[in-house]
């Protein structure tokens, strides 16, 4: 394979930046360079429950320091997305912070009247009357997105349901499957390289998980990096039909590359 001039970088978090709370070995020296080289960066999450802020909060917290206007949020995709085909919208809008504000800031209104679209994220606590109301809207019209596929989200205590759980839910009452707006849509991906003015063939994809963030940039066009340091163990990487660019143990291998 001809090896490519990378001039921009989008990276997954989780499993990539952070784990639990702690940064990964080669992680704030990985962002350290970008910054100092001025290299164009985002960083990529399917949570669609915190802000930027929020996030680059909790980055800072963990050692790592990442602008917030560095971070790109499957809520923030979702928001851009919707602006784009719906200039000034409505929408009935289940999720936290970081969803409902993605869509205030892209000019929509959240209503339960009537809206363009239902939107659906995850929350730490989904309400059955909120998902009700869904169901309603989405039988009388309304258009139905939601920010990611992922049906389990981590915490403490075990797995919990996420917006792919709700999101199947909601299409059994309905007979309405949502567009996913998050990875592996490359469309994140997309709305990422117009964020940072990038093009695809010296853009790279740094991720841990297969299904998610590496089909996601090889159907992108980006050159893919799986890090060892997530979710995916090396025999795995055979068990897909398609294969990284490249496979390293962990974002510290990359730091060289920047």
Not at 95 to 113: I, K, N, P, Q, R
């Amino acid at each position: 394979m001809t090896e490519r001039t990378i001039e921009c970088w989008l990276t997954d978090m989780d499993g990539v930046l952070v784990h639990e709370g702690q940064a990964i070995d080669g992680a704030a020296e990985f962002v350290d360079a970008l910054r100092a080289k001025d290299r164009p960066f985002l960083v990529l999450t399917n949570n669609s429950i915190f802000t930027a802020r929020d996030l680059a909060a909790r980055l800072a917290h963990s050692g790592v320091d990442v602008p917030e206007e560095s971070i790109w949020t499957s809520a923030l995709a979702t928001a851009t997305f919707l602006a784009e085909q719906v200039p000034g919208g409505s929408a009935y809008v289940i999720g936290e912070a970081g969803l409902t504000t993605a869509m205030h800031e892209a000019g929509y209104t959240l209503t339960e009247s009537e809206p363009d679209y239902v939107v659906l994220g995850e929350t730490r606590t989904y309400s059955f009357e909120a998902i009700t109301k869904a169901v309603r809207l989405i039988k009388d019209g309304a258009r139905f997105i939601a920010t990611n596929p992922d049906t389990t989200g981590p915490s403490a205590e075990g797995p919990l349901p996420a917006t792919g759980s709700v999101a199947a839910m909601i299409t059994a009452a309905t007979g309405r499957s949502p567009y996913y707006v998050g990875k592996p849509n490359p469309m994140m991906f997309r709305s990422a390289l117009n964020r940072i003015v990038a093009h695809s063939e010296t853009t790279a994809m740094i991720g841990d998980r297969m299904d998610t963030d590496i089909v996601a940039g090889i159907e992108a066009g980006l050159e893919t990096f799986l890090v060892l340091s997530g979710s995916t163990t090396p025999d795995e990487v055979d068990h897909h039909p398609f294969r990284p660019s490249h496979v390293v143990d962990s974002i510290a291998d990359l730091v060289d590359r920047v």
